[in-house]
């Protein structure tokens, strides 16, 4: 089974094990002749998709107990991946959701990681840094990259881990190793929105 993940710039394509990540013209050619079974948040790329494709939509096979209205059918799928816990999933976007008791809790919207150096170049070109990610959460440094980097992941790091409490911290997106990267014991997999869609299949 071919999996696709359609999101606001790329189209994340899973395949034998693999995730591509493609520009909607490139997975087309790839793909448009083949069954896949997708979700989309993009609604300009559905409907190339609907035109262009033998592609099914499986939108609506995605069902999260507790899931509000309007949630990202991408954070559904991976709320459904892993059973209880904390899901990260950092993209364009930072996306922090609560599952507990087989059931959606809650979570929260953030800009993306890369999204903050855009604030910054908007507020002077003496901010226009590159974020050093590797700045420990724990206590305030000296440095303005070094403070504006801290800015970026003390806040993060703090309401993750109120939010978790005592449940598993499971991260992915094209930023996701970054923010793991924060945690001693967060998990890593950037299938993860995949195995979600096979499990909502699966239950289906």
């Known amino acids: 089974m071919i999996l696709a993940d359609v999101g606001n710039r790329h189209v994340h394509v899973y395949e034998e094990g693999r995730v ?3 520009e909607l013209e490139d997975a087309l050619d790839a793909f448009g002749e083949r069954i896949v079974h997708y979700i989309c948040v993009n609604p300009a790329a559905r409907e190339r998709i609907v035109a262009e494709s033998y592609w099914r939509d499986i939108s609506e096979r995605i069902d999260l ?11 559904r799928a991976l709320c459904l991946s892993r ?3 904390i899901y990260v999933d950092a993209g364009s976007a930072l996306t922090v959701d609560r599952v507990e008791g087989g059931k959606y809790g809650g979570g ?4 993306g990681l890369h999204g903050y150096r855009r ?12 974020p050093d990610w590797s700045v420990p959460p724990e206590a305030p440094p000296k440095g303005t990259r070094e403070q504006l980097s801290y800015g970026i992941i003390a806040p993060i ?6 939010l978790r409490g005592s449940l598993p911290l ?3 997106g094209g930023d996701g190793r970054i923010v793991a990267s924060w945690f001693e014991d967060a998990e890593y997999d950037e299938a993860m ?5 096979m499990n909502a299949l699966r239950s289906n």
Not at 65 to 75: I, K, L, T
Not at 108 to 111: A, F, G, H
Not at 157 to 162: C, F, G, P, T, V
């Open 65 to 75: 107990p507790g899931a509000y209205e309007g949630m990202g059918v991408d954070r």
């Open 193 to 197: 929105v995949f195995e979600g869609m």
């Open 170 to 172: 499971y991260v992915t």
């Open 20 to 22: 591509l990540h493609l």
């Open 83 to 85: 059973g209880d816990g």
């Open 157 to 162: 790091h703090h309401e993750i881990d109120r």
């Open 119 to 130: 604030i910054w170049a908007e507020i002077s070109p003496v901010l226009d840094l590159e």
């Open 108 to 111: 929260m919207i953030l800009p």
